[in-house]
């Protein structure tokens, strides 16, 4: 549905922009043709580039005079296991430019993946332009890990401050605490009460607190000019989502395992749930860790189309050079950034919600078993 | 999927779980934990003032009635002590009144005895004197009468003609 009106809000950009830009463009055409393919690779190279994690923190490039690229921000170490821990800073690798040699072994940075070489860095093909170099274990502390620990920390001081500011002031936050504490409230009281029930929600609201602001800083550090997109990296998202689906299951009760099991319960003699079953049991199963998929693409397929569209509108304005061009991309990229940081606080509190719903489920202890207990 | 799977890295979601699970771990301990705390506290600290303000609501409700029956009961008080001194009053005056118009019609009475008695005094005395005077003036009379001897014979005469008579 969003996508549907972000893809819709795209292609009427791009039309209104073609319009008045294409007059110019084909006057550019003769002299440029092969400099104007090269700038929409470029930009697509460049958005591809972005959506991907990176070995080093470089916040801008720029191509010198000489043809040089130069890259401002600075290098992250490497860690790989190849037959031993082997840790070095990524600037060995100038960028993917450089074959870097550590203890007798050489390795590439291509795509934004560390391959094994030979020492020229020799990349091997498949058929489909794969590279078929061995690839070690990479444990590096990326671009993402970076802004993972940054939030982190933030997070820390943001809320053990909140945590002081109560103890200080009798109950009452002050600064920032002001802001954070409704939504710390509105967490407890409008997603963890409802959805899991009085009793059980606070052994939950932890981790649905810790959840909801990381997935939110993260979405709201992927609005700015750092360039990142922690959480709209398949791996964040897939792990966020195994630590829901882990909590969930973990703390299921009898009654939850019961319904994934014996979905019907009482209500029908054995021999005529067994056909039922054969159908029913599987979907239950299948629903397990169907949920918790579903987080993790929304999350992922969210965030990510939100980089795309922001970025291929800002990409309008070197493709249209036009006079109109630049101010509607301009206005536009920032409608859509409103947009996004709309969304990226629907996204974390999406993530919260159905987490919540979840544990809920698993949580939950069913009322008419109490009552039919009582009637006996 | 089969880009999912590529860009999928495992370094990534090694930190990320780490990471993440470090970072639970640590605002549950120093975050979550007190604020939740503090929160709480500080809801069920309303809780209690609002319920103790309902309570001395309604124990000064229960104080006004008090005081209002109390004034009540005071108004009543007076009230009846007015009655009864008007009352009395009204009891003594007539017992005033009474006891004042006794001893007139006591005294009056006895001064009509008075009056009486001297009347009857003086009415004797009246009578002695008269009967006195009676004699003087019936000796004068006689003594006139029977100044020379004529008439002394014919008053014998009468007095014999009288006795006569008898």
């Known amino acids: 549905m969003r996508k549907t009106y972000l893809k819709n809000f795209l292609l009427i950009a791009v039309l209104i922009l073609g319009q008045f830009s294409f007059a110019k463009e084909k006057e550019e055409k003769h002299g440029d043709e092969s400099h104007g393919k090269d700038l929409k690779t470029e930009i697509k190279e460049y958005i591809q580039h972005h959506l991907q994690d990176s070995h080093d923190f470089s916040l801008f490039s720029y191509t010198q005079e000489n043809g040089e690229h130069k890259y401002v921000g600075f290098p992250l170490p490497i860690i790989l296991w190849d037959n031993g821990l082997k840790v070095f800073s990524s600037s060995k690798f100038h960028h993917g430019e450089t074959v870097a040699e550590v203890d007798g072994s050489y390795y590439k940075l291509y795509h934004s993946k560390i391959y094994k070489t030979d020492a020229e860095g020799t990349i091997n093909y498949d058929e489909d332009h794969h590279a078929t170099n061995a690839r070690p274990l990479d444990f590096s502390i990326t671009k993402n890990v970076v802004m993972i620990i940054v939030t982190g920390l933030l997070m820390l001081w943001l809320f053990t401050s909140l945590a002081r500011s109560y103890a200080k002031n009798n109950g009452v936050p002050t600064g920032a605490g002001r802001f954070f504490e409704p939504i710390v409230l509105y967490i407890r009281d409008d997603i963890a009460r409802p959805n899991i029930g009085e009793k059980r929600y606070g052994k939950y609201m932890p981790f649905l607190l810790t959840i909801f602001f990381f997935i939110w800083f993260l979405n709201i550090f992927g609005m700015t000019p750092l360039g990142v997109n922690v959480t709209g990296n398949i791996a964040i998202t897939f792990a966020l989502a195994l630590m829901v689906f882990l909590i969930t299951n973990f703390t299921g009760t009898k009654d939850y395992w019961m319904h994934q099991f014996n979905p019907l319960g009482d209500s029908m003699p054995w021999y005529a749930k067994i056909p039922l079953y054969i159908i029913l049991v599987p979907i239950e199963i299948l629903g397990l860790f169907i949920k918790p998929f579903s987080l993790l693409i929304r999350l992922y397929a969210n965030m990510q189309a939100g980089h795309i569209v922001l970025m291929s509108l800002i990409g309008l304005m070197f493709i249209f050079k036009s006079w109109l061009g630049s101010p509607l991309s301009f206005g536009l990229a920032f409608a859509i950034s409103l947009i996004e940081v709309l969304v990226a606080l629907l996204q974390a509190y999406i993530f919260t919600m159905l987490s919540a719903l979840y544990f809920g489920f698993a949580s939950e202890e069913h009322e008419h078993d109490y009552e039919a207990e009582v009637a006996h | ?166």
Do not use: Y
């Open chain 2, 1 to 166: 999927m089969e880009k999912l799977l590529e860009e999928f890295s495992l370094g990534l979601f090694f930190w990320q779980t780490l990471l993440f699970g470090l970072l639970l771990f640590l605002m549950w301990k120093f975050a979550w934990k007190p604020i939740l705390k503090a929160v709480n506290d500080r809801e069920d600290g309303i809780k209690d003032a609002l319920a103790a303000a309902e309570d001395a609501k309604k124990e000064m409700q229960n104080v006004t009635a008090d005081s209002e029956k109390l004034l009540k009961e005071a108004r009543a008080e007076r009230e009846a002590m007015l009655k009864e001194a008007r009352e009395i009053k009204e009891k003594m005056v007539a017992d005033a009144q009474e006891q004042a118009k006794a001893e007139g019609d006591k005294m009056l009475k006895q001064a009509q005895a008075a009056i009486e008695s001297e009347k009857k005094a003086a009415v004797a005395d009246i009578k002695a004197q008269v009967a006195t005077l009676s004699v003087d003036i019936a000796e004068k009379v006689i003594k006139e009468e029977l100044s020379d001897k004529k008439k002394q014979l014919k008053l014998v005469d009468d007095m014999l003609g009288d006795i006569k008579l008898n």
